[in-house]
């Protein structure tokens, strides 16, 4: 207790604010010009998304010895009525042209066309461009595509000009990440402004907690561009587009929670370095347990196989780590440094009355108070009736024609491609074998169902070989993102791995996919658990009890579980999404309860803290008058932040954005507010056993309104 004190005074004391602020001025100085550099730090390549030992993931490391990562721009030309002879005379004018082409890794020379759907009355056809890849992956895809489109030109007098294939989807997908920090960072500012200015009803205090968390953001930015350029860390856009959100929402929320007690502690003291001092002694724990909470849970990733979620784990722990230590250092000097009028123009003064005896939230503990039992009973039922919108959850992966909000020129391309040739044209499996054994794997790659015979490009004997392993590709008759291709790549593997001493990989796209989809079911069955794991051992901790934190973790399952069923009917009957990504349950239930559970240490610790004064029924009727106004407000802050992901045109974004907004609505408003506190007095004083509180009744103090002395049945 002591230390903690000595803590606190040393972040506000009278002199030692000053050294605490300094040294924050000090880190933004030299932190803040890296900090923009974190966007060039990127990898974006397809190998720091793909699990790290998956077949597709080894084929593309061993097609890097035959070439170039490479994907093919697709230029597609269609005319319905069939191609004139001024549209032929166009195509081959604009094949010369794209020939001449080598900016931004365009290998024009390499170009492979035009390819017709039919002789001698074409209708379409295709031009295969390939595009070199590296580390750069998206920042050098788009530009590349932008010059493939500078030399074509666009569609007119009725002809049909698209550019897809992987190449074109890529570019798309690059032009939605392009500005995500920039994008989410305004709309979280934005958002945090307005529900600042709501709870706080002040436009002089609404500053202190946003200069406080964009230090955090752009110091964590910092720190993450040193480990990705000299560390090894694998920053990508989503790990980055998540930093964001995560240091704008969790930090905002550790600054409600501590200035609301802040404001307490300012009715009772005159000396605001004395409110300050007490406010961080008091609140200071619960609100480092909280952060702990996010970061341990974050490192949990750590276990997962998909690249991609891997990388988000320490990325997501330290802006949450550096959120913290902010909120606990620079923003209690801040509030210090200003002086009580920084609340104006509502002022708390010494002498205020205590609000935990009025208001919304003591009037609701009160009524819960009366009939608990009923109160948890039907508030768990709802929960579980909303969760049975989990039957139309569809977490199967989005492909590539639902995974734009909007209907980007890939996905046209996409779509009039797919009428004229086979439709995995253009995203080809990859297949990587012994020289010695390439033609027998090159006969069961050809009879394999949903592969085009013909496809397998060039005759045998001048296949790309490299140290005694030769690479060829093959078409398949399927989308390249659809069901059907996963089936085909599954059937194309059985075929080449029962070839005696092949040692054959299949590889591409969609192969990709198939491991993706694979990797995030293993990394959903393992860090689930173990979240829940490392949630519920901080709470036993922090509570020294077990039964309260087995009551908690039972409702955080159950919030997450209704949340994830309103969501899924949302997407089926409100936005008409056609899926949700693999990892979508992961993602929401790792920011769901390692941010939802912020409130649920605010709340006990205080009622905890109320218990040993009161009793431990009274205590929760008063820890939730005291903590029910800033956990809506948190709640609805963080709600806000999320939902920014909405602004980004891709619907796995706008799908995890929407889940956790509304999981942290549901989280703030019902379980927290009412299945919690009705739980907690119904068990009364029983919910910190082991601890000997559990015999103790305390102080037994009545609230008025209520019969809380014993259990409310």
């Not at 042209?97 to 390499?110: C, F, N, P, W």
């Not at 139309?392 to 734009?404: V, Y």
Request: hydrophobic share 50%; aromatic share 8%; with cysteine.
């Amino acid at each position: 207790m002591t230390g903690s004190r000595g803590v606190a005074r040393l972040v506000c004391g009278r002199r030692s604010k000053w050294l605490v602020l300094g040294l924050w001025v000090v880190v933004l100085f030299f932190m803040a010009p890296f900090a923009q550099k974190l966007t060039g730090a990127q990898d974006n390549d397809a190998a720091s998304w793909l699990p790290g030992s998956a077949e597709s993931t080894q084929v593309l490391k061993i097609s890097e010895d035959f070439r170039p990562e490479q994907i093919p721009a697709v230029v597609v030309y269609a005319r319905d009525s069939g191609l004139t002879a001024a549209d032929r005379a166009r195509i081959a004018e604009d094949v010369a042209a794209l020939a001449q082409l080598s900016d931004h890794g365009i290998r024009g020379a390499e170009t492979r066309g035009p390819v017709f759907d039919r002789e001698p009355d074409p209708r379409a056809a295709q031009v295969l461009v390939p595009i070199t890849m590296d580390e750069r992956g998206w920042e050098r895809i788009r530009p590349a595509v932008d010059s493939i489109r500078g030399e074509v030109g666009g569609s007119g007098e009725g002809l049909a000009v698209h550019i897809t294939g992987p190449g074109g989807t890529s570019a798309d997908f690059a032009k939605a990440f392009e500005g995500i920090d920039s994008t989410l960072l305004l709309a979280a500012t934005g958002v945090v402004v307005v529900m600042l200015l709501i709870t706080y009803r002040s436009p002089t205090l609404l500053l202190v907690p946003l200069v406080s968390v964009i230090c955090a953001l752009f110091t964590a930015q910092a720190l993450i561009y040193f480990l990705a350029e000299y560390g090894g860390l694998t920053v990508n856009g989503q790990s980055a587009g998540i930093l964001t959100v995560l240091v704008f929402g969790a930090g905002t929320d550790y600054a409600l929670l501590l200035v609301a007690r802040y404001r307490e502690e300012l009715r009772r003291h005159r000396d605001r370095h004395e409110a300050m001092e007490l406010a961080l002694h008091r609140a200071g724990p619960a609100v480092f347990a909280s952060g702990a909470t996010v970061v341990l849970s974050m490192l949990v990733l750590l276990t997962a196989e998909m690249n991609s979620t891997r990388g988000l784990g320490p990325v997501a722990a330290l802006g949450v780590a550096v959120a913290l230590l902010a909120m606990l250092t620079l923003f209690p000097a801040l509030l210090v440094v200003f002086g009580r009028w920084i609340f104006w123009p509502v002022i708390p003064h010494h002498g205020d009355p205590d609000p935990t005896e009025r208001g919304v939230w003591a009037r609701t503990g009160r009524r819960i108070a009366r009939r608990p039992r009923m109160v948890w009973a039907v508030t768990a039922a709802v929960l579980a009736l909303c969760s049975l919108g989990l039957v139309q959850l569809r977490a199967e992966g989005i492909g590539n024609a639902d995974a734009f909000t909007g209907k980007p020129d890939s996905i046209t391309g996409q779509q009039v491609s797919a009428r004229y040739f086979p439709a995995g044209s253009g995203d080809p499996l990859v297949v990587v074998t012994n020289g010695a054994q390439a033609e027998q794997v090159g006969r069961a790659v050809a009879g394999t169902a949903g592969v085009v015979p013909d496809s397998l490009g060039l005759p045998p004997g001048t296949r790309p070989s490299f140290g005694g392993r030769v690479l060829f590709e093959a078409t398949m008759t399927a989308p390249a993102d659809s069901d059907a291709a996963r089936q085909t790549v599954q059937r194309v593997r059985d075929a080449v791995h029962a070839v005696p001493d092949a040692d054959a990989k299949v590889g591409g796209g969609t192969a990709a996919l198939l491991d993706m989809d694979a990797a995030t079911t293993h990394d959903n069955l393992l860090i689930i658990p173990l979240v829940l794991v490392v949630v519920l051992l901080i709470l036993c901790v922090l509570l020294r009890a077990l039964i309260a934190p087995l009551l908690l973790i039972a409702t955080v399952i159950l919030s997450f579980a209704a949340s994830l069923g309103l969501s899924a009917l949302a997407f089926r009957h409100v936005f008409d999404y056609a899926g949700e990504s693999t990892d979508f349950p992961l993602f929401v239930f790792v920011f769901l309860v390692a941010l939802g559970i912020d409130y649920n240490i605010f709340l006990t610790t205080r009622i905890r803290e109320e218990a040993a004064r009161r009793g431990t029924r009274p205590g929760v009727v008063t820890g939730l008058a005291a903590t029910g106004a800033v956990i809506t407000s948190a709640g609805l802050v963080l709600a806000g932040t999320f939902a920014a992901l909405g602004t980004l045109p891709m619907v796995a974004f706008a799908e995890i954005g929407f889940a956790v907004a509304l999981g942290v609505l549901i989280d703030t408003f019902v379980v927290r507010s009412v299945l919690v506190t009705s739980l907690f007095l119904d068990v009364g004083p029983k919910v910190w056993w082991p601890h000997r509180a559990a015999r103790e009744e305390g102080g037994g103090v009545s609230v008025p309104g209520a019969d809380v002395s014993r259990s409310g049945g």
